[in-house]
Structure formats: C-alpha cells, structure tokens
C-alpha cells in the first residue's frame, strides 16, 4: 500500500537517543508523500540532529525552546498542539516516555504534549534491558491505557553492541502505520474473531465449586486489541472482574461445558483465541444440596471427570475450522516443551506459553512474559504489559492474514 499523506500535518518531537540519527529521513520520508511536518527537538535530541538538517528536509523552522519570547508571545506551544493532525515521538527515550506518563511538562515537547488533544504515537528507543524494566513497562502500559499508540520497538544490534528488542522502527516502517492509521484502514476488518477468557467455576454443590487463579486480563486485552483492528470479535467469558472491552461481543458463562457451548454457537470464525483457563476436571456428580460437615465419616470422597477439551475440538473440526487456531499453555516447569507437546496434540495453529509459578506473578498481574510458538520456531518476548502482550499478538495476527491474502500492505 502506497501511503497517501497529501496534506497531513504532523508534529516531530525528537528526544535524545541516539536513534535520532534517523528522523531526517523519516521527515523526508513523511513529505514526500504529500505530508507537512513540524519539529520539535529537546536538548538532547540537539546532541544527535542538527537542527539545520531537519530545517532543511521538512522546509520550517525547528522549535525547541519553551521560553522563546518569539514564539511564545502567539502561545507557541499551544498552536503547534493544535495545528497537527498526528503528533509522533521518535525516538521516545525512557526518559521522555516517563516524562509523559507522570504529565511533566519542564521543556517544550514535554509541555506541548499535556496541551495536546490530537492522537499521540511513541516510537521508543533504549537498551533492551532499559525496555523490559518494570518501571519502563509500566509507563508504556499507563500511556496506552490513555490512548497513546506504541510503533515497536523492534528487535536487534544496539548502538551498544547489545542485542535485543529496544531498536527504534525504521522510518518506512513508522510512515506505513502513521499511514494506516489516518485512512482509517483496520488490518483486521472482515475478520471474525472468537477469544476465550478468565476461569471456569466447576460446581461441587450450590456453595463450592473448582476454580483456578485466572483473572481474564490477558483474553480481555486481546480481545480488546482485535476488535481496536477491525474484527468483529466475540469475548466468551468465564467469572472474572474484568470491564467489558468497548465494541466486543461478551458472553458470559460459568462452566467448561458452557464455555464450549457457546464457542460451537460463535463458529464459522477466522480466528479463535483459547486464551481461558478452563479447569481441565469437574466434580462427577454435583450434589443438588449443600454438602454438610460429617465428623463421624469426615470429609466428602469427590470423584472427577474430564472437561470437555475447547482448544483440541475447535483446532479439529472438519469444517468451519478457523484459519487460525491459537492456544495458551500456562506451564509451572519445562514451558517451551510442554507448551510445543500441547500445540502438537492439540493441532492449533499457535501456542502461547507462559511461566505461572509463584515466583513469575503472572495470575492477577498487570504484566505478562510469553513465548510464542508456531511452525517458524519459538520466539521470546520480554516482560511487559498484557495490553502490549495482546497488541503485539495482533499485530502478528494481522501479518498472518496479510501474507494469507497476498495484500503488500
């Protein structure tokens, strides 16, 4: 798809990685498909652009001071907010990423942010470490629930000579989602799309039942990711506290039997998501009563049957089987292999594995650490937000279908 940004103005605020390096082509690039662009570069930026460069690609004047007596008498940082259709961050630092998570405004791109109300794009840059700190994660994840669109980061060499996700997207890259995302193209639109979240509760009698430690956070963020692309996406839910993700269809159910009722009824799909944690065995014969203390026979013998397998019967069915099947495999010890055994018995496409002992916090966390495995391999990713989790799941959904259709885009 060739980017038509004929008259679309944008707003550069270059912070201080040395991934700054690349902005004058990403402005040359973002003209020369028709766009204006406005600079603004902050004291460290200086340190890796020039401003006459930028000045010279993009045909304006760079901005950097917030105290300019000029600029400042027509409101400067007010006008430039509001004169663009996309304000873009590239790179965005860790620092300036934490600058605008706490709503700092001690410098101009800082302050131009808080008075903006346009859509906000970060592509960040740091070291891989940098990236997969908590305190990092947990800024990207406070912008994103705030709106702010994430562009990468991608994996690779660092300037540091480290290897590792922290690189800055290419500036191709950053004008085909900026390009997107202004035609209002959706990756995923005339997709249907089935995810599946939070536990099953498997009742022993009215007051008890078999549970696990399942919040829902990871299916809801997918699911909300999905439908952000275009999918028409249906969330079946088991018990959990989450909100309801904005435009998902959301089914709630109780049990597993229930829950593979309600995937059977959402078929034909293209994409079916097994991201629950169903309870793998229920109690034989739940008692119609209240089962009472008895201190002369002592506790209850309960007997247990398997629950129906959602992920093996949607991966096999005959007809209607969605072009994409993707499990999760919540694993304790040996993960990948478990997790790669799981994909193959139960023929989805994709597995999701994840460490779920005590020590990696991931039941009822807002952060997540997944390995991805399909027919090319096994990939790890970092530590991060469920929310990114879901938007980089999507992403590589949408890649799928794109190379599916044979669309360039």
Known sequence: MTP??????????????????????????????????????????????APLALESVSGHKVYGDLFSLTDEAEMGHIRLSREAD?????????????????????DLASTILLAADKPVFI??????????????????????ERGVHVIGPESGEMACHEDGLGRM?????????LAKF???????????AVVTSGPTHEPIDPVRYIANRSSGKQGHAIAKSLAARGADTTLISGPC??????????????????????????????????????????????????????????????????????????????TNRPSLVIGFAAET????????????????????????????????????????ITDNGLENWPRQSKQCVADELATRIAGFFSNLSGDPS
């Open 86 to 106: 996309v304000i873009v961050i590239a790179p965005a630092t860790a620092d300036f990423i934490g600058k605008m998570a706490a709503g700092l405004a001690d």
């Open 241 to 318: 506290r989450q909100p309801d993700p904005a435009g998902v269809k959301v089914v709630r159910v109780e049990t597993a039997r229930q829950m593979l009722t309600a995937c059977e009824a959402a078929m034909p799909c293209d994409i079916f998501i097994a991201a629950a944690a169903v309870a793998d065995w229920r109690s034989a014969e739940d008692s119609a009563q209240k089962i009472k203390k008895d201190k002369k026979q002592g506790p209850p013998v309960l007997a247990f049957t398997e629950n129906p397998d959602i992920l093996g019967t949607i991966s096999q069915l005959k």
């Open 123 to 144: 592509a960040p840059a740091m070291n891989p470490v940098m990236w997969q700190h908590p305190a990092v994660q947990d800024n990207i994840r406070t912008l994103t």
């Open 169 to 177: 997207s290419e500036p191709e890259d950053i004008i085909t989602v």
């Open 182 to 192: 202004l035609s209002g193209h959706k990756p995923l639109s005339g997709l249907r």
């Open 333 to 372: 010890e040996n993960v990948t292999e478990n997790a790669a055994e799981k994909r193959q018995r139960k023929g989805c496409d994709w597995i999701v594995a994840n460490a779920v002992s005590a020590k990696d916090n991931v039941f009822g966390a807002d952060e997540n650490a997944v390995r991805l």
């Open 4 to 49: 038509d940004l004929n008259g679309k103005k944008f707003l550069l605020l270059i912070t201080g990685g040395i991934a700054a390096y690349k902005t004058p082509l990403l402005v040359r690039g973002l003209t020369g498909f028709g766009a204006e662009v406005q600079c603004v570069l902050t004291h460290g930026g200086k340190q890796f652009v």
